[in-house]
């Protein structure tokens, strides 16, 4: 599903596609055109760098263009959430972080005439029993610095029972900001290749980044993909992923300005917007629903909630665009950044933004960039070091046995599904999609725009047997969270391999 931005943008900059493939050496190699490897991108041209920057689809063509547009410090429980695991100390760091993100985003949409709204953040209690994070939320920002405020009631149609508020947040249309980050990338001579996949990299002197195009190299290597793309390091099991929905809809009242986030469940995120296509009343944009990438039945059910819970609260709404996202969490719920275990001090990572990749982005795009700048940042930015040297607390470890027992379980109980449901099968309806097992090897069989095609199901990363997304007509893979287009082409997520095409002769021959 297309987001409301990218729809709104129909000439998103695209870079420089593939053309004549540049075999100079490089300063830098980026990999992943969203907001952290754009900034970053920036930046070290800024600072005279080379640089070449692949991606994938597109700028922005994920996480980075499918997001809320909150640029907030806010971010619903989080600090408080942090808080419970590390010290005041690490809190505190992780609100500077994103403090320092937050206005360099806001100095650059001034600098580049990318329009924004000043509005307040409000975590808010959608019932009495919420209060207590609200409290929660409430003290861990005050100890962190922020100057927020307690907020008891607003002139709201949803239920409010309470809400932390921090004023003068940044609310923007975050394709219109990489699209005006790649512009300035290109025009201070940067490269961007588009439809280029990164399928690995190897630490030497220069760093070498292989691609499906062919070979670049370069003295320092930015892996700025949502989820990494390498096994150095197994990022991938110190992650948890998720997917959630947006929609935008018109409404006959939209609320009062601010930047809404609920503490309790089920999550909802609103915000309005700019209805620049009719220059009518401002949009009103609802998002919620997380669930885990490939661990539930129906993707259409859980959108469908949203859209629901829209129509309960706001008279006349009617739906303009719907679509969802995903995102990884670190299992430490601090971002990763930094550079990676045996990568010759080449090659930096950044993950874990936990939704909230604005901010953690650009923080993030700071401090790579510092680094292979060589710029002294630790010194100025005491939030770098902090980060940089907190240690594994007790219960970072528990989330990391519950998250990976969960992947085993997902693994175990895949492979059971498929092997019991043999081909044939009846060809799925359209829309559709099923696992079959054929002489022991599960298939995903699926009907897209009156195609049937036939896929190998198991997950080229680490051999979990992938599940039918019925909203997006994808296969999910439920262990790490990579995606495929019915056809096998990957989308996201830690594999850097499609599924293998495949017939089992089932669907389409029944």
Known sequence: MTSFWSARVPEHPGGDGVGRWPTRPFDAVIIGAGITGLVTGVILARGGCSVALVEARGVAALASGGNTGKVTVLQGARISTIRRAHSAKVARAYVEANLDGQRWIGDFAIEHSVPFALEPALSYAQRASGLRVVDAEFAAAREAGLAVERVDRLPVPFPLAGAVSLADQLALDPVGLTGALAAEFTRLGGVLLTGVRAQDVRASDPATVATDHGTLTGDAVVVATAAPMLRRGLYFAKTRHSRSYLAAFR?????????????????????????????????????????????????????????????????????????????????????????????????????????????????????????????????????????????????????????????????????????????????????????????????????????????????????????????????????????????GRLIEGPSTRDLRAGSPRSASER
Request: charged share 20%.
């Open 251 to 487: 409404v006959g009242e939209p609320p009062v300005p601010g930047l809404f986030l609920s503490v309790d469940g089920p999550t909802r995120s609103i915000r309005t917007t700019p209805d620049v296509a009719t220059g009518g009343p401002p949009l009103l944009l609802v998002g919620g629903g997380g669930h885990p990438v490939g661990r539930v039945d129906s993707t259409r059910i859980e959108a469908r909630r949203i859209v629901d819970w829209t129509n309960e609260y706001f008279d006349g709404a009617s739906l303009v665009a719907a679509w969802s996202a995903q995102d990884y969490e670190s299992l430490n719920l601090v971002p990763f950044v930094g550079r990676m275990p045996r990568g010759l001090r080449r090659i930096w990572i950044a993950t874990g933004y936990a939704k909230w990749g604005l901010t953690n982005g650009a923080a993030a795009a700071l401090r790579i960039s510092a680094e292979i700048l060589g710029e002294p940042w630790r010194e100025h930015r005491p939030w770098v070091k902090v980060l940089a040297t907190r240690t594994t607390a007790p219960s970072d470890l528990a989330r990391g046995v519950v998250e990976n027992a969960a992947v085993g379980r997902e693994l175990f109980t895949g492979w059971g599904r498929a092997l019991g449901n043999p081909a044939p099968a009846a060809r799925p309806r359209e829309g559709e999609g099923v696992v079959v097992n054929r002489g022991g090897v599960p298939y995903g069989v699926s009907t897209v725009g009156g195609r049937t095609s036939a896929v190998c199901a198991v997950c080229p990363h680490a051999g979990g047997v992938v599940r039918w997304n019925d909203v997006e007509s994808s296969w999910d893979c439920p262990l790490h969270g990579s995606r495929f287009e019915a056809s």
